[in-house]
């Protein structure tokens, strides 16, 4: 059984510098854990080998320190944990519910039986190397192939309940399809090392950006074929640029190191940030202790965050004095 006590878990992925919509996102986590006298655990995600960073671990470190978010344990990095991925990724094996599939993201796109668009990955698995069992992994071996090991949804619809967008239910495998959690080269997939690593650290509340939604049924299905308990979600709206998109350079230097650089006080971003989650009428400077104790006075105050993205247009959201 999860303790009642909230456990989160803040998780930057070393890939490039924080911005933004990582701030956002991390206050937002920060705040339902300490406004609900919980822990806050700080996970390095760092298996995006060939586009991991070198110095954007400790960046990620020195932006959230600086914007007054902290942490109470710090967790090993995800590569140095690829033995427990493969410890579930055996079981999984032995449960027949994962198995190796040699298909091309070419062959994928090009299979005319594909029914539709995933919400995730283009085209929808259509199952082409569904029929083989896992025990036909050593024959591919020994002939050299390389291949990614699929987990096999069940027919029919998942449900679950996210704490701020509310019930969600989808035919996971008919929208989503079969997904990939390992493969016999390099290191194991986001969607298995992620869930592996909250149940492991014992996180049982998880804050995150609502692009990952339909990631969640994955992760739940790993959850339930392991005979784990998940975690609650609570999915929060992005932050994009005046044209709807995710934040990238074309809408101007959003990064959290560029501020900090240009002499730009903490307490003015968290005050922009306080505003659009609706904890402060203006954009006022503020700490983030001074925020959070406004959150603590306010009864489930997750829920006042607007619907829809929050957008950033640096012609009129200006940060510097």
């Keep these: 059984m999860q303790s009642d006590r909230v456990r989160g878990r803040l998780a930057p992925s070393p890939t490039g510098a924080q911005h933004l919509g990582n701030a956002r996102t991390f206050l937002i986590a920060w705040l339902h854990v300490r406004s609900s006298q919980g822990e806050l655990l700080l996970r390095v995600e760092d298996l995006d080998t060939p586009r991991t960073k070198s110095w954007a671990n400790q960046q990620a470190i020195d932006d959230l320190r600086w914007l007054g978010i902290d942490w109470d344990q710090t967790a090993p990095l995800q590569s140095s944990r690829t033995d427990r991925y493969l410890d579930a990724l055996e079981q999984l094996k032995r449960q027949e519910l994962v198995y190796p599939c040699t298909c091309s993201r070419t062959q994928i796109e090009a299979c005319s039986s594909a029914p539709h668009e995933s919400f995730l990955d283009g085209v929808v698995y259509p199952g082409r190397c569904a029929d083989r069992s896992a025990l036909d992994a050593p024959k591919l071996d020994a002939q050299g192939h390389r291949y990614a090991w699929r987990f096999r949804f069940s027919q029919g619809t998942m449900q679950w309940i996210d704490d701020y967008l509310g019930p969600q239910q989808l035919d996971a495998k008919v929208s989503l399809g079969d997904f990939i959690v390992a493969r016999n080269y390099g290191p194991p997939a986001y969607q298995l090392a992620v869930t592996v690593d909250d149940h492991e650290q014992e996180i049982n509340h998880v804050v995150r950006g609502d692009d990952l939604v339909y990631s969640t049924y994955r992760q739940l ?17 992005l932050v994009v640029g005046p044209d709807g998109k995710r934040l990238a350079k074309r809408h101007g230097d959003s990064r959290l190191s560029y501020w900090r650089e240009q002499g730009v006080r903490p307490e003015q971003i968290i005050g922009s940030l306080a505003k659009s989650l ?11 202790k001074d925020l959070l104790a406004i959150a603590k006075n306010k009864q ?12 950033f247009d640096q012609d009129q959201n200006n940060h510097s004095e």
Aim: hydrophobic share 40%; charged share 15%; no cysteine.
């Design 221 to 237: 299905a790993i959850y339930r074929a392991l005979g784990w308990e998940p975690p609650g979600w609570l999915h929060v709206p």
């Design 278 to 288: 609706r904890l402060t009428q203006t954009d006022a400077p503020i700490g983030s």
């Design 300 to 311: 489930q105050w997750w829920l006042d965050i607007p619907r829809g993205p929050w957008v």
